[in-house]
């Protein structure tokens, strides 16, 4: 089901305030929250609920022990979880950029640490670069903004790299 462009920023409204939510009743655990990298209007299909739950799984698995509350939704707009550690943000971040550089599908899972202010805790502030594209290695944020690479393009690598983990699996 493709969704618009207005359903997408609405939904990334929801998610920041129910982020405010969880900080504002929790400001002594960290919140970490999972998306799904699904380019395109389509943010919903079988591929994105395998990496969904390939990710959720590497969280449980990470935080085993550590985490006191796990939220998923499934939503049209895409899938998100909202976990909350108790683990120092920027130990969380590093752990999550950890999933996100090793797992077999970590290219496709977009964890943020979310800061008390709301915003994420960057990559460079734990003295990582920034996420790189999956096609040609360069800056992601700049392959996007450039339009550099075609949905088709997108979607054949994302395709592969799950097919790829379905079979090791």
């Given at each position: ?83 909350l550690v108790d683990v120092a943000r920027l130990d969380a971040k590093r ?35 920034l996420r790189r594209c999956i096609i040609c290695g360069s800056e992601a ?29």
């Amino acid at each position: 089901m493709e969704i618009t462009l207005s359903e997408l920023l609405a939904s990334r409204d929801a998610r920041q305030a129910r982020q405010q939510v969880l900080l504002s009743e929790h400001p002594d655990e960290t919140l970490v929250c999972l998306t799904v990298v699904m380019p395109g209007a389509v943010k919903r299909n079988r591929q994105s609920l395998i990496v969904a739950h390939a990710a959720v799984e590497a969280l449980r698995e990470c935080f085993d022990g550590h985490m006191g509350f796990l939220e998923e939704r499934d939503l049209p707009t895409g899938y998100e979880a909202y976990l909350l550690v108790d683990v120092a943000r920027l130990d969380a971040k590093r752990m999550v950029s950890h999933i996100e550089e090793t797992h077999p599908l970590g290219r496709l899972f977009d964890i943020d640490v979310i800061a008390p202010d709301g915003r994420p805790v960057s990559r460079t502030a734990i003295g990582l670069p920034l996420r790189r594209c999956i096609i040609c290695g360069s800056e992601a944020r700049l392959c996007m903004r450039q339009h550099k690479h075609t949905q088709e393009e997108l979607h054949q690598r994302i395709s592969q790299l799950i097919e790829g983990y379905v079979h090791r699996v």
